[in-house]
């Protein structure tokens, strides 16, 4: 991106036809740029709106009236002058807006430059610029809530004291190897070990947390999985809350795989019911085709699936035994997240079906929705212990986790250094490293390359 202090101008509201569309500019001839393409009924004002006539530049004829605001610098978003054009949002209308901004003497904004611009005047540290960028992306609550979180620099906050502590034991040791022949109190061994433990243990916990943040950020699959007529995809549209998969009283009715993306939890979740796991059909002889091609790609949903729900129906089971077919899906299963459901279980009434299971089951009825929030409740189950993920701030950027790691890395290198009576002056060298690692997190240190990488990701506009 281009770093010079010019203006920039952008439509700031999504492409199509709105009820408002907001042209914005950054810049020290933003306001001059405004003032010559509207009449305004008072003067502009920092943080105040104005009502103004938008009229087309030369021929001064009407356009449009507006609303515009003007952002003073320094107190805007990207430290300039910031000023918005709240039109109708007609495209025509904007794209006429923007044209005529560019004439007046601004440019076409790259992607993501308002919010460069923001984090290279030190209005946001890098994990906050990037919190931005999470917080448009987000499709769930929870997605929202974590970017805002960071929006208001929760992870830098968690960051600061542990850098503070790294450079305080950088100075400590320095100043004991510069200073090691005078009569100054230093840092004992045994402090030295301390602070290298509290350096590492909340770094080792932000590591740890980008286990759960990864699955919320990304979210993952599950394949609905079982034998004909168990109840798959009345159970599926359950979860999904609509009627989604086609459900009817004949086996073998879905024959292909079905998807839909839902919110469990505040996890994106892609569900995928499945066709009926079976080798033969009940009178002798083997699948038609379309059903072999289901069954196929049933097996090809359960080897991409991060998790397996296997559907059991209740009033099915021979004696409380598993079916060979259920049997070899959780043989299949081994090593891998399986949930089971005992469906249907309201055609039993209320006799408790044996079963000769080894995995934690769910009592479900997809007819009267019995046991589906406890199904929800267990599909989340493990996420968040898993990495160890409490209310605190939770790492969901790859960038962010490597940065994490490496200095990780070099602070644990430091204590076996030091516990091999490593010389201070090489311990030195995994700690620096360390703190370059930080710095690399935060933006206090930064090439063009990872911005361009960063802020190429977001939308014109932002």
Request: glycine share 10%; with cysteine.
């Amino acid at each position: 991106m281009t770093h010079v202090n010019d203006t920039i101008a952008a439509t700031s509201t999504p492409p199509g036809r709105g009820g408002i569309g907001i042209v914005r500019l950054s810049g020290p001839e933003a306001k001059t740029i405004v003032e010559g393409m509207v009449r305004l009924r008072r003067p502009l004002a920092p943080g105040r709106a104005r009502v103004a006539e938008i009229f087309e530049v030369g021929a001064e004829s009407i356009l449009d009236e507006a609303v515009v605001t003007w952002f003073a610098a320094p107190n805007s978003y990207t430290s300039e002058d910031v000023i918005e054009i709240a039109a109708h949002g007609s495209p025509v209308l904007l794209r006429t807006l923007l044209k005529q901004c560019i004439a007046l003497g601004a440019r076409l904004a790259e992607p993501g430059e308002f919010t460069e611009r923001a984090f290279l005047s030190g209005r946001l540290d890098l994990t906050q610029a990037e919190a931005v960028q999470g917080l448009i992306d987000a499709t769930t609550l929870q997605q929202a809530r974590t970017a805002a979180q960071q929006m208001g620099g929760a992870l830098s906050r968690q960051i600061s004291p542990v850098k503070r502590d790294l450079i305080q034991l950088i100075a400590a040791l320095e100043a004991g190897i510069d200073f090691a022949e005078d009569d100054l109190d230093l840092m004992d061994d045994l402090e030295i070990a301390r602070q290298l433990k509290a350096i590492a243990t909340p770094l080792a916990a932000l590591e740890k947390s980008f286990a759960y943040g990864k699955v919320l950020r990304d979210g993952f699959r599950l394949a609905v999985v079982g034998r004909p007529n168990a109840g798959k995809s009345s159970l599926f549209n359950r979860l999904v809350g609509h009627q989604r998969a086609i459900v009817t009283a004949q086996a073998g009715t879905t024959r292909d795989t079905v998807s839909e993306r839902v919110d469990i939890g505040g996890i994106p979740v892609e569900l995928v019911d499945t066709a009926g796991l079976r080798k033969e059909l009940a009178e002798g002889g083997m699948l038609d085709e379309a059903e072999a091609i289901g069954v196929a790609r049933s097996r090809e949903a359960m080897a991409d699936a991060d998790v397996l729900l296997l559907v059991v129906a209740a009033d099915g089971m021979d004696g409380g035994m598993l079916h060979s077919d259920d049997q070899a899906v959780m043989a299949g299963a081994a090593g891998r997240r399986l949930i089971v459901a005992l469906n249907k279980i309201d055609l039993v009434g209320d006799q408790r079906t044996p079963m000769s299971l080894e995995a934690k089951f769910i009592a479900t009825s997809a007819l009267n929705d019995t046991g589906v929030e406890d199904l929800r409740g267990a599909i989340l189950e493990g996420l968040r212990a898993s990495s160890g993920t409490t209310d605190s701030i939770t790492v969901t950027s790859a960038r962010q986790q490597d940065a994490i790691a490496e200095a990780l890395k070099a602070v644990r290198s430091a204590q076996e250094g030091f516990d091999g009576s490593m010389p201070h002056e090489m311990l030195l060298l995994d700690l620096h490293e360390a703190l370059g690692a930080l710095d690399r997190l935060t933006g206090a240190t930064h090439t063009e390359d990872i911005l361009g990488v960063i802020f190429g990701s977001f939308c014109i506009g932002k």
